[in-house]
């Protein structure tokens, strides 16, 4: 019988996520949208809280703030600790140095850690400012619950078996050590990358080497989305961070609307920040707030094909070591759920060959939406974060390879939709062929076999286009 090989697999996860649901902090990802649109946001009340994070330099009004946080010699021992306690579902690596030689340490938490699979990755980075500490003592107590809680709490457990997070506690520890805002040449380091609206940070020499070690680092890993924690304000905040004629107004980059849901899933899961007087719904447009140049969030999302959000949790930059435990039970939710998200939402899949059944690495575009979503190199998968609720037609294109179209309704669910290409026909009228010469009768075997290596987010149910 001759195996068709002309349509798209569309695995739609129901049961698996069914005991996440209730288990998702403040009633699931119903409560989540009721979102605050752009023009509401134009009109909000932006003005009673402008950052404190502009006060220069306050932690070094006092020689006492730092007490009861980690130094930089606490932070690497704690790190490699942690990487001795729990192995057997984590790794340590650095991925370089700063200024003044501290290395940037950071966990990888996996039930694989060290093994590319076909699964999303996420990354926190804390610390960004030297002077804004709390997510460097937040991500170390994250880390700590999750190899706790592995195998006890479903949430630590998906997290464990179905991402491979990393966490850089400290993006800035010469900052932290001299109490600054700046890296130890004094730069703000969320200044410090290139930018799409003007021409500056476009010299790789001339960047401050913690900004190139986060840029290799995103060149290394193929990160689905990611975080950095601020303090200094209560507030979930995402793209874009600018405007072109550096106006302050809002500002929606192609995914306005992801962004905005997934920002207000940290700030509804969180115990306070969507009941913010100051920013609707605990969320805020970058730009509208206030426009920033050469940031690493517009930056990751441009460049490493990563939505990443700036999270501000806490109201004071550098809070009494005394108040530690209490940021990390309003934002302990918060920070898992929004892990959680790359496998709770969005569509997920890989593209695959008609011709030999192996992976094609390729492009994944949705229309209406002007951004592309690039595969992974090895397996060929793709995690495309996207709003539940809406209508998508979802495109796989790869070079040499006929597209392919489908139409996804997404649920509340994730969904798993995977791809099967047919290679084009050259000028002399023979098909392109793959590396791998096809044999039809052992296709089906093939994609089978590549599709066990991915672990499936729910039941099948094929639907054909």
Request: hydrophobic share 35%; net charge neutral; with cysteine.
């Amino acid at each position: 019988m001759e195996l068709n090989l002309s349509f798209v697999f569309v695995f739609v996860s129901l049961s698996f996520f069914s005991f996440l649901h209730s288990a998702f902090a403040r009633g699931g990802l119903q409560s989540y949208h009721t979102f605050v649109s752009p023009e509401v946001l134009e009109n909000g009340t932006y003005n009673g809280h402008t950052r404190r994070l502009f006060l220069k330099d306050q932690s070094r009004r006092s020689v006492d703030v730092a007490k009861g946080y980690m130094t930089n010699s606490d932070l690497e021992a704690a790190v490699k600790a942690f990487g001795k306690r729990c192995s057997n579902i984590s790794r340590i690596y650095s991925i370089g140095r700063s200024v003044n030689g501290v290395p940037l340490w950071v966990i990888e938490i996996s039930d694989k850690p060290g093994v590319e699979e076909a699964e999303p990755a996420f990354k926190y980075i804390g610390n960004v400012h030297g002077d804004e500490p709390v997510g460097r003592e937040l991500l170390m107590l994250l880390a700590n619950w999750i190899c706790d809680n592995y195998l006890k709490d479903p949430l630590a457990t998906l997290i464990v078996e179905s991402t491979h997070l990393h966490i850089l506690p400290t993006m800035n520890p010469d900052g932290f050590s001299l109490r600054q805002r700046g890296n130890a040449n004094n730069v703000d380091l969320n200044r410090n990358f290139p930018d799409q609206f003007f021409s500056m940070n476009n010299d790789a020499f001339a960047r401050e080497p913690e900004t190139r070690a986060i840029m290799e680092w995103s060149s290394q890993i193929h990160f689905t989305a990611s975080a950095s924690l601020h303090g200094g304000a209560l507030v979930a905040n995402y793209p874009w961070d600018g405007t072109q004629d550096k106006r302050r107004e809002y500002n929606a980059c192609p995914d306005d609307e992801t962004f905005r849901f997934l920002a207000s899933v940290y700030s509804r899961s969180h115990y306070n920040m969507s009941l913010s007087s100051d920013y609707p719904g605990g969320i805020t447009n970058g730009a509208l707030w206030y426009p920033i140049y050469g940031g690493m969030q517009d930056w990751n999302y441009i460049h490493g094909g990563c939505f990443e959000l700036t999270l501000e949790i806490s109201d004071d930059k550098w809070p009494p070591a005394n108040e530690l435990t209490t940021l990390w039970k309003y934002n302990r939710m918060s920070m898992l759920n929004l892990v959680l998200s790359l496998v709770q939402t969005g569509i997920h899949g890989r593209i695959f060959s008609s011709d030999s059944g192996g992976p094609l690495p390729g492009f994944i575009t949705i229309k209406g939406i002007n951004y592309t979503v690039k595969t992974s190199r090895i397996f060929a998968d793709y995690h495309r974060m996207l709003t539940p609720g809406g209508r998508y037609k979802v495109m796989a294109t790869v070079p040499g390879y006929g597209s392919k179209t489908t139409n996804v309704w997404l649920e509340e669910a994730a969904m798993t939709v995977d791809f099967v290409l047919d290679p084009e026909a050259t000028p002399k009228g023979n098909l392109l062929r793959s590396a791998c010469e096809c044999n039809c009768g052992s296709l089906s075997r093939r994609i089978k076999y590549n599709l066990s290596k991915q672990r499936q987010l729910g039941p099948k149910r094929p639907v054909a286009l």
